[in-house]
């Protein structure tokens, strides 16, 4: 039997526009390096992935600049217009080595606190799973349905989680999820092209401090939580 690999694959097509910056977001500075190196090499310190194929715009100056672009173990990937179509392409730049029977764990380029613990617990909760899953974090705060500025209804926080990354899902059946799923608008994140197709993914607790970059203050608390994590 062959082994099962492992690949990870990370979109870093977009701008941000949320951060009202000069430069797409995973190119800003944190702690001595940009947001998406930092990602990068939190991936590579885990030692566990085949390669990590990270799909970039066409018109993206800053990516050939960084060091890590040039790693044995990073494959470049075009970016698409929406984020699945940027893993669709990622997963599509592994085909020559990566089987359907093998997992690829999808994570953010603008969450670089994340720990290698966080990324040996997924894998572990869910290497026997026949579906795959995600990292998520349980709701702590009373949550409201609203129409406008008005309230219609709390709803049930027990039952709602937070999504995090990585995302962790079989190759062939990630790929052929989101190649059904193509042009779909509702695909927000990986685990809802599964559900597309009627699979129901595990939630499996991740760590509060796996944060992603969406605002300017955001990076200060990446940076505190980079510190406290050494």
């Known amino acids: 039997m062959t082994q099962v690999k492992i690949w990870a ?28 190196e930092q990602t990068i ?9 085949s ?30 217009k929406e984020r699945a179509d940027s893993v669709l392409s990622a997963l599509k730049s592994l085909t020559e080595r ?16 994340l720990t290698s613990a966080d990324i040996h617990y997924l894998i572990g909760s869910l290497k026997d799973d026949a579906v795959g899953g995600i990292l998520a974090l349980s709701s702590h705060d ?9 309230i219609t209804e709390t709803i049930d926080r ?3 989680w937070r999504v995090l990354t990585p ?6 059946m990630l790929k052929s999820a989101l190649e059904a799923a193509e042009g779909n608008s509702v695909i ?10 009627g699979l129901q993914p595990k939630i499996v607790e991740g760590r509060p401090d796996n944060i992603k970059i969406t605002r300017p203050e955001d990076l200060a608390l990446a940076q505190f939580y980079m510190e406290q994590q050494q």
């Open 9 to 36: 694959v990370v979109p870093a097509a977009g701008v941000g526009k949320r951060m009202q910056a000069d430069r797409p977001k995973q190119y800003l500075p944190l702690v001595g390096k940009t947001v998406l």
């Open 41 to 49: 090499n939190r991936l590579l310190q885990a030692d566990v992935f």
């Open 51 to 80: 390669a990590i194929a990270v799909a970039i715009s066409k018109e993206d100056p800053y990516w050939p600049e960084l060091e890590c672009s040039k790693h044995k173990k990073v494959v470049t990937a075009a970016g698409g």
């Open 98 to 113: 990566a089987s359907d029977n093998d997992w690829v764990l999808v994570h953010d380029a603008a969450r670089p606190c």
């Open 142 to 150: 009373t949550l409201k349905n609203v129409e406008g500025i008005n």
């Open 158 to 160: 027990s039952v709602i």
């Open 167 to 172: 995302q962790m899902f079989r190759y062939g």
């Open 188 to 197: 927000t994140d990986e685990a809802s092209a599964l559900e597309m197709q």
